[in-house]
């Protein structure tokens, strides 16, 4: 590989890190405020899972990866993923007042 080939690669890797690291800290600012939500639903009775805004929340982030040129059904196993763990978070939340953190294993 010449050397312009290997600095641009070098680059665009330099962007992927960028973007995988703001990945992390918008994860991480997400998962604060859904836990702010498991919180209130555990001392209100409510359920962890919400189905109706779930649904529209997929339909509405395929809708967005359409927009962006992103692959929807990619877009929508994210989102699920994503959510499974929040669901999970707020059982956790409900049945013991918190979730447990990295450093608690």
Known sequence: MDAAATDELA?????????????????????????????????????????????????????????AELDPAFAEKFLTFIVAEVIHHHEQIASTGSIGTPGDA
């Open 11 to 67: 680059s665009l890797r330099k962007s992927i890190d960028n973007i995988d690291a703001a990945l992390v800290h918008l994860l991480a600012e997400r998962f604060k405020c859904t836990q702010t939500v498991g919180r209130l639903k555990a001392v209100t009775g409510m359920p962890p899972s919400d189905p109706d805004r779930e649904r529209v929340q997929i339909e509405r982030l395929r809708a967005l990866a359409e927009e």
